[in-house]
């Protein structure tokens, strides 16, 4: 069945041709200019006002030393600041966290969390959707806050009272005070839950957590230095074309949600099984398996017995991919270390999946043939031998593995979607993603990313 959206908002607008994300449907679309639900604040209100104190404060944590901005840092659009798999926290800050530290930019349209969520593209079948973090399990950015506060990897303060009492004595207690009322501490409870309430304005309100001043931002909006360039124009072929990179199919979400546009995602949940990340810790025990939605870290779709049927092992969220290029590791995980090491992941796990999984017997080549590639996981070419094939998420699972474009299950040693120029021209458009933008007076003839 086909649809066809045809949502005239603003100025210019450009056809994107989507594939739902479960589906052969397709429709045509349309990317207009961003119009905000809540214009953005000028003046934060006192919650919002209190939520930036206590982002930046280090007394909030277990060891002093650790703020939300330590792990979520602003000049990296609010995501880590290193290239770390995953951060090190707790009362020493030394013990390991589980998962990758996503940015906290657009975020403010993120619906709570549903098995059965209505896709934004308005294309797709119902699936799961919306909610924070890689999994799904909180409902608000103030539920969501909770979880490093107390988390004995994060923040590790010891309780809720605990945080209270810190923000009891800090230096912006009598803006507490003022924002949430004079008696506000006398309930740590309640303060508690004003303190999250705090941490939620800030991040819906401060216009740096969602500027929307990419230079997609003015090519969508018509606006003056947002011509692209011959290859990021390739690149937003690639990245909307259902037949190679596909990927508007899961980071594109239509032109719905109240007007908005452009988030870079469609809050769905898919398996598309990131390599086993040996860096983490937890992964040492072989019997551990990080599964997303199905547990075991979220708790409420944990499969009824081991190895039972579940839909749900192995999806995570498809996170916005607006200021990727500033990522230094990718995926819930961290596995990756480069967006080109992502993408050839997206074109290859099938046709090449010895350069992502391990191999189990065979033996090693001394010298690797000139042809094999070297932006995979794996840098040693094998001879014989089976190579371990989605390897983070136990064989009960695997039919739960996303297998459409790119990642469409073909054959091993057959050619892959995109070739290694589409991926240069993909890269190039998501750089048109980032974050403050400043246009040139005269655009550039020559260079990367130009022709
Ligand atoms: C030690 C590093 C660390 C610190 C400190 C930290 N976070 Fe995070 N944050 C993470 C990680 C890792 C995740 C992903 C968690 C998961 O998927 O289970 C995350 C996820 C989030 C998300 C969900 C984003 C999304 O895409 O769904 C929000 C919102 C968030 N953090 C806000 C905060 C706030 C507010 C603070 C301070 C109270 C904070 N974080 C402190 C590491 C950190
Ligand atoms: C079937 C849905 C789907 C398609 C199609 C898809 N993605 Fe993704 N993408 C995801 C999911 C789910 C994740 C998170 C997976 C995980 O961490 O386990 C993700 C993660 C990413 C990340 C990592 C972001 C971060 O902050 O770590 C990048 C970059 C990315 N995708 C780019 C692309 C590009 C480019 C394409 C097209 C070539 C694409 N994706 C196609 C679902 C999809």
Redesign the pocket.
């Known amino acids: 069945m086909l649809f066809r959206l045809n949502i005239s908002l603003f100025a210019a607008s450009i056809a994107l041709s989507l594939a739902g994300c479960s589906g052969g449907d397709s429709a045509t679309a349309t990317v207009t200019a961003l119009v905000a639900p809540v214009p953005p604040a000028t003046t934060l209100s006192l919650a919002a006002q209190v939520g930036k104190q206590?982002?930046f404060d280090e007394t909030?944590?277990g060891s002093r030393k650790?703020?939300?901005a330590?792990?979520?840092d602003p000049k990296f659009a609010y995501g880590p600041p290193n290239d770390l798999a995953?951060?090190l926290?707790g009362s020493t800050l030394t013990e390991s966290?589980?998962?990758?530290?996503?940015?906290?930019r657009y975020?403010e349209y993120?619906p709570a969390y549903a098995d059965l969520l209505d896709n934004p593209d308005g294309i797709s079948v119902p699936g799961p959707g919306g909610?924070?973090?890689?999994?799904g399990?909180?409902n608000s950015?103030a539920d969501?806050?909770k979880?490093?506060?107390l988390d004995p990897?994060?923040?590790a303060n010891t309780s809720p009272a605990n945080v209270v009492a810190k923000i009891q004595v800090s230096t912006y207690a009598p803006l507490f005070q003022q924002a949430f009322g004079g008696t506000v501490f006398a309930d740590p409870a309640a303060a508690f839950n004003a303190a999250v309430a705090a941490?939620q304005a800030f991040?819906l309100e401060d216009v740096s957590f969602h500027p929307y001043n990419s230079k997609f931002d003015l090519y969508a909006g018509n606006k003056i230095g947002g011509t692209l360039t011959a290859a990021e124009t390739r690149g937003l072929k690639l990245f909307s074309d259902p037949a190679t990179g596909n990927c508007a199919s899961c980071h594109y979400q239509g032109a719905g949600l109240g007007g908005s546009s452009a988030l870079f995602t469609d809050f769905s949940y898919e398996a598309i099984s990131v390599p086993r990340n040996l860096a983490i810790p937890a992964n040492n025990n072989p019997l551990y398996y990080d599964m997303g939605i199905c547990g075991p870290?979220r708790s409420d779709h944990v499969p009824t017995s081991a190895n039972a049927k579940d839909a749900f092992c192995g999806m995570f969220?498809a996170?916005t991919i607006r200021n990727v290029t500033n990522r230094k590791s990718f995926f819930?995980n961290g596995v990756m270390h480069s967006l080109q090491q992502v993408i050839q992941f997206y074109n290859t796990r099938d046709t090449m999946p010895e350069l992502w999984y391990p191999t189990i017997g065979g033996v090693a080549k001394t010298v690797n043939d000139v042809n094999f590639p070297t932006y995979g996981l794996i840098q040693t070419q094998y001879v014989g031998g089976t190579v371990q094939k989605y390897n983070d998420l136990p064989a009960a699972y695997l039919a739960n593995i996303d297998t459409q474009l790119p990642l469409d299950g073909r054959a091993a040693g057959s050619a892959p979607p995109m070739s290694d120029n589409d991926i240069a021209d993909l890269i190039c458009f998501l750089g048109t993603l980032n974050d403050d933008y400043v246009a040139t007076k005269t655009p550039p003839i020559s260079g990367s990313c130009v022709n």
């Not at 589980?98 to 906290?104: E, Y």
């Not at 909610?131 to 999994?135: A, E, L, P």
């Open positions: 206590m982002f909030l944590s650790m703020s939300c330590t792990c979520h995953v951060q926290g966290g589980d998962r990758a530290v996503p940015s906290l975020k993120t909610g924070f973090t890689w999994d399990r909180a950015l969501q806050a979880i490093p506060l990897h994060e923040m941490l991040q870290i969220k996170p819930h």
